[in-house]
């Protein structure tokens, strides 16, 4: 059943229709809710979305309980490939909660959040930029760790990454929801303005996973695998000290040592390598750099340390 949870009146007789898929079955009343699409250049979700919607509606005798798959909180920012909302050049993820009195996107925000009040457990998806790969991830803010991290395990990812709070997180929908009491688990995977299908597929077995240890899902699951927690360890950060093109020689998941071979920086006008790059501690390589140009202080990786290492 397709329901609309907002809608607001645009120029040129349209309409701004914020909607989504209701799947239920069974008389169990646990909830799960499935966000993607609030920046509109991150479109990994759109195929976790598609995944979960046609496959639950293929097995209705399995499940037991409410799904509900959000595909788009930004359509005009996925239909223009922008990551902020257009015409208002304004992050859709730093305004939440919103008010019913404010402005239009205020408005909106505002209905997002009291429509996924109440569900058991909500999954906001994300992807990178288009300059950065993440490893499929689950972030975390230390005040939630305790609640958040056990259903993260569930969840098939490589890696959660605890971190530490910080005040421009507080206007995200995920902190909305955990603040309200709604257990929100933020899921970052590929890159931006790309879909990855085994991303995709990895994270769509987590969360049959995580609904079979809910009692919504009564029928078969995959062995998910353990992630590694990052609770209370620091993250390398490898920038590049020259402009040019980078090469890696690394891929993700890959464990290197401080002072590993990473790749090059290529000047492709005088033919040189100008910056052999290296890595900055011991640890598991987490993000890499997908867009090839860089300039000086450009983000390359990012390194996972090693836990004797962090202490």
Same mark, same amino acid.
Not at 11 to 18: G, T
Not at 143 to 162: G, Q, R
Not at 266 to 284: F, Q, R, Y
């Given at each position: 059943m397709i329901e609309t949870i907002a809608s607001t !009146?645009?120029?040129v007789n349209e309409n701004l229709l914020i909607q989504k898929q209701r799947i239920q079955s069974g008389k169990n009343k646990t909830r799960l809710s499935l966000v993607t699409g609030t920046h509109g250049d991150e479109l990994e979700g759109q195929y976790l979305a598609w995944l979960l919607g046609s496959f639950l509606n293929q097995h209705l005798d399995e499940l037991d309980g409410i799904?509900? *798959?959000y595909p788009a909180l930004n359509p005009m920012g996925i239909d223009s490939i922008t990551r902020s909302v257009p015409m208002f050049d304004i992050d859709m993820n730093r305004i939440f909660p919103g008010t019913k009195h404010g402005t239009m996107m205020e408005v909106i925000c505002s209905s997002i959040v009291n429509d996924l009040a109440g569900s058991d457990v909500c999954i906001d998806v994300h992807s990178s930029n288009i300059f950065l790969k993440e490893i499929p991830q689950i972030r975390i803010s230390v005040p939630t760790a305790e609640m958040l991290v056990p259903y993260a395990k569930l969840m098939?990812?490589?890696?959660i990454w605890v971190h530490e709070s910080a005040t421009v997180l507080e206007s995200t929908l995920a902190h909305t929801l955990n603040t309200r009491g709604t257990k929100t688990l933020v899921v970052e995977m590929g890159v931006g303005m790309r879909i990855t299908k085994e991303y995709g597929q990895q994270i769509f077995d987590g969360i049959m996973n995580l609904m079979h240890h809910l009692g919504m899902w009564k029928g078969e699951i995959k062995p998910v695998r353990e992630p590694i927690v990052s609770l209370n360890r620091k993250v390398g950060f490898i920038n590049s000290d020259a402009a040019g093109i980078f090469v890696p020689c690394v891929s993700f998941g890959d464990t290197v040592k401080k002072g590993d071979y990473i790749g090059d920086v290529l000047n492709?006008? !005088?033919?040189e390598i100008v910056e052999k790059v290296t890595a900055v501690c011991?640890?598991? *390589?987490f993000t890499l750099r997908e867009y090839p140009v860089v300039y000086g202080g450009s983000l390359l990786a990012r390194i996972l340390m090693?836990?004797?290492e962090s202490e």
């Amino acid at each position: 059943m397709i329901e609309t949870i907002a809608s607001t !009146t645009l120029a040129v007789n349209e309409n701004l229709l914020i909607q989504k898929q209701r799947i239920q079955s069974g008389k169990n009343k646990t909830r799960l809710s499935l966000v993607t699409g609030t920046h509109g250049d991150e479109l990994e979700g759109q195929y976790l979305a598609w995944l979960l919607g046609s496959f639950l509606n293929q097995h209705l005798d399995e499940l037991d309980g409410i799904v509900d *798959i959000y595909p788009a909180l930004n359509p005009m920012g996925i239909d223009s490939i922008t990551r902020s909302v257009p015409m208002f050049d304004i992050d859709m993820n730093r305004i939440f909660p919103g008010t019913k009195h404010g402005t239009m996107m205020e408005v909106i925000c505002s209905s997002i959040v009291n429509d996924l009040a109440g569900s058991d457990v909500c999954i906001d998806v994300h992807s990178s930029n288009i300059f950065l790969k993440e490893i499929p991830q689950i972030r975390i803010s230390v005040p939630t760790a305790e609640m958040l991290v056990p259903y993260a395990k569930l969840m098939n990812v490589d890696f959660i990454w605890v971190h530490e709070s910080a005040t421009v997180l507080e206007s995200t929908l995920a902190h909305t929801l955990n603040t309200r009491g709604t257990k929100t688990l933020v899921v970052e995977m590929g890159v931006g303005m790309r879909i990855t299908k085994e991303y995709g597929q990895q994270i769509f077995d987590g969360i049959m996973n995580l609904m079979h240890h809910l009692g919504m899902w009564k029928g078969e699951i995959k062995p998910v695998r353990e992630p590694i927690v990052s609770l209370n360890r620091k993250v390398g950060f490898i920038n590049s000290d020259a402009a040019g093109i980078f090469v890696p020689c690394v891929s993700f998941g890959d464990t290197v040592k401080k002072g590993d071979y990473i790749g090059d920086v290529l000047n492709p006008l !005088t033919s040189e390598i100008v910056e052999k790059v290296t890595a900055v501690c011991d640890g598991m *390589i987490f993000t890499l750099r997908e867009y090839p140009v860089v300039y000086g202080g450009s983000l390359l990786a990012r390194i996972l340390m090693k836990e004797e290492e962090s202490e």
